[in-house]
């Protein structure tokens, strides 16, 4: 039974970082793509970010490029999302997701198993 967990969020003051978790089980994790979504109050689901099986390729939406960075520890079976210089638009519930293989897609179809999520709020 695949598990998503994920972990790190808080509240944080604009500027700040965090780092957020997503342990996964249930699976062989090296063989699956992972992503990161998020969602607003009174917004709809937004793709963050996404990396490939091994980490071979990534994408970043255009709102978190160059702060957020996506990674993964395929030994600890983890993935991370590491979030500097945070807006208060970056507000928002934030999953990770397990890929239905190990190249990632932009359609969240493609997502087959989704975690609980983790609340981040940036706010002064």
């Known amino acids: 039974q695949v598990q998503l967990v994920e972990s790190g969020g808080g509240l944080v003051q604009p500027g700040g970082s965090l780092r957020l978790s997503c342990v996964a089980s249930?699976?062989?994790?090296?063989?699956?793509?992972m992503s990161w979504a998020r969602q607003a109050p009174g917004k709809g689901l937004e793709l963050v970010s996404y990396?490939?099986?091994?980490?071979?390729?990534?994408y970043y939406a255009d709102s978190v490029k160059g702060r957020f960075s996506i990674s993964r520890d395929n030994i600890k079976n983890t993935l991370y999302l590491q979030m500097n210089n945070l807006k208060p638009e970056d507000t928002a519930l934030y999953y990770c997701?397990?890929?239905?293989?190990?190249?990632?897609?932009?359609?969240?179809?493609?997502?087959?198993?989704w975690g609980q999520g983790t609340q981040v709020t940036v706010s002064s």
């Open positions: 990396i490939f099986s091994d980490g071979s390729d990534t």
């Open positions: 249930g699976f062989i994790f090296d063989m699956y793509a």
């Open positions: 997701a397990k890929g239905r293989g190990s190249w990632a897609q932009l359609k969240f179809s493609e997502y087959d198993s």
